[in-house]
């Protein structure tokens, strides 16, 4: 059977913010413009014209009320049942895109399931005891105790879950690691795409002042993204920082942000770009399994200090198109700038923008369509 001649579906855990996975998405969308998409919750006003020209099916979720949907950790207990209940009998294929949720649909035996996996359910596994400080939930004890036997029962569907696609592919070989210790799963490494600027010139760059460049952080406003310590870090070093992205840690950053600090929030993506090309460095402090804003940075030629650990590790060569740390504390973070400082004369823009163009859409689209073709002929196959 011929890909063309496929009945695809596409699966997101959610559409209530545009990050890094909803761009892999965009991708999957431009590849089978006739897919629907089914997700657990779609927030149309967050989404800001994303995939508005999409057909949308929701799960049961989506009929809470608003203001449960906007605290959407609240319904974790009914989450691993939503992707259940999607009824996707009438397709061949599909393509699920997860974090979280959606690789644990249900489909009938002939039709084939690929999942795309951005990281093993991150809360229930290495980063858990942090969940619990982060929601507060750690300062009681009884909601302590029947949370960690929430989680408990996650995990317990999260392994039967991984269990239901046919392949599992990986972001990055970070991704791939984890997936085999939690799930003792194998996976393929298909990079993210990430759209690479062509453009060599800065004349449209941002400045705060004449001839003064900043630092840049442009990320989900999230505790596992460390944003604090960075904050933290540029109050002592009082250097220029401008944070783009929004999320519920925006009013505490804001708070704690020194006068040298500015946060944006949201901004369209022209802004953004704009922002990219006026860069001193990018900077990543959060443990991630890839990152595509650090690639999107150095596609302009941009340098990025990160956390010596997780999926950047893939994409930063130390002294070449960036600088490591070693923790993410305020302390770490400030000598890894300084030490930036020191070797900035000795980067080349044009091997850094020659690194990011590596991770480039058409890359993604050319490999994974190797894969899908492989997987649906050998399915197929008489």
């Known amino acids: 059977m011929e890909i063309s001649k496929t009945k695809i579906a596409l699966v997101h855990d959610f559409l209530i913010q545009y990050g890094g996975a909803e761009r892999v998405l965009e991708v999957l969308c431009e590849m089978f413009p006739d897919a629907p998409i089914y997700t657990l919750l779609h927030n149309k006003e967050k989404m800001r014209g994303k995939f508005s020209d999409r057909e949308i099916y929701t799960s049961f979720l989506q009929k809470f009320p608003k203001f449960l949907r906007k605290r959407y950790k609240y319904l974790l207990p009914l989450m691993p049942t939503a992707p259940e209940t999607f009824d996707l009998r009438d397709f061949d294929l599909v393509i ?7 690789k ?25 005891e942090e969940y619990l400080k982060q929601t507060q939930i750690s ?33 990055s070989e970070y991704t791939r690691e984890r997936i085999k210790k939690y799930y003792g799963k ?16 800065s004349s449209n760059s941002k400045s705060l002042a004449p001839g003064e460049k900043y630092f840049l952080i442009v990320s989900r406003l999230s505790p ?7 904050v933290e870090a540029f109050n002592k070093l009082e250097l220029p920082l401008v944070i783009i992205g929004e999320g519920w840690q925006e009013k505490y950053l804001r708070s704690i942000a020194g ?10 993506e022209d802004g953004i770009k704009e922002y990219y090309a006026g ?5 990543f402090a959060g443990v991630d399994d890839f990152g595509i804003a650090p690639v999107e940075a150095m596609s302009y030629g941009v340098p990025v200090v990160a956390i010596r650990k997780g999926g950047v590790k893939e994409i930063v060569e130390e002294g070449k198109n960036g600088e490591f740390f070693d923790a993410a504390t305020p302390e770490v973070i400030a000598d890894g700038v300084r030490r930036f400082a020191e070797n900035e004369k000795n980067y080349d823009k044009d091997y850094i923008r020659e690194r ?12 994974f369509g190797e894969f899908l073709e492989s997987v649906v002929n050998s399915k197929f196959e008489i």
């Open 356 to 367: 990011a163009g590596e991770f480039n859409k058409d890359r993604f689209k050319k490999e």
């Open 259 to 268: 006068k040298n600090v500015q946060i944006l929030g949201w901004q369209p």
């Open 96 to 102: 699920s895109s997860s974090g979280a949720w959606s």
């Open 186 to 201: 194998e996976s393929k490494v298909i990079y993210p795409p990430v759209e690479i600027n062509q453009e060599l010139s």
């Open 139 to 171: 300062n009681f004890k009884f909601q302590r105790f029947f949370t960690r036997i929430l989680l408990n029962y996650i995990r317990v569907w999260d392994k039967a879950a991984v269990d239901r696609p046919d392949h599992l592919i990986a972001n």
């Open 104 to 128: 644990g649909i249900v489909t009938r035996l002939n039709t084939i399931h690929i999942s795309y996996l951005h990281s093993p359910m991150r809360f229930a596994w290495d980063v858990n």
């Open 279 to 283: 860069a001193r460095a990018f900077i």
């Open 224 to 230: 596992y993204k460390k944003i604090d310590a960075v």
